[in-house]
């Protein structure tokens, strides 16, 4: 028998995933710089008061979404990368997932506004690419061990260079300035990786 508490707690886990998810969609076009809640509730179609009973305010709203992204991601790349799979296939699949669920929830002009605004959140995005990085240097000299990546390249130089193309290339104000997209800039970024470090008969 559905108690009058489990009703009520059904109806406020609706509405707060109402919001998230249309919060996200807002965001995703807009970034939330310059979005504020009065305009986020009009749009969602709650009142102030009820966006308030969820989250104390915008800020919080964004890290939920962050969070609920990175809850989602990084179980399944930890997963990935630590897998015994062919290791070309690994960042394939490592390429599919960030595409598929972070790419499709954080935009470009969302990254901008969270490096602007919200710091402790762009440094905890920059702390789970860091341990992507760790994984995948990992990753090269497995893939040396076994023979199917190039030996006469240094897994720490290659991740260095992986690295600062990303930190170069995935800047939000950089790729809005050339009006490239993460997927645009993601997937080429994962083409020149593979075709560095693949052996020949590999390719």
Known sequence: MTTANQVLSKRAEKTRRLIIDNASKIFFQQGFRNV??????????????????????RDALVETIVSEVGSKIIPLIAENLGSDKDIEQIIE????????????????????DIESHMPETWNRIERWRRAEWDALNGLIKRGQREGSMRKDIDPKVMILIFQELTQSFFRPDFLIAENLTLDQTFSTIKSVFLRGIIEPHKK
């Open 36 to 57: 504020s809640v009065e305009e986020l509730c009009r749009v969602v179609g709650v009142s102030k008061v009820t966006f308030y009973k969820y989250f104390t305010d």
């Open 93 to 112: 699949t490592h390429y599919n997932l960030v595409a598929d669920i972070f790419m499709s929830k954080i935009s470009v002009r969302m990254l901008g």
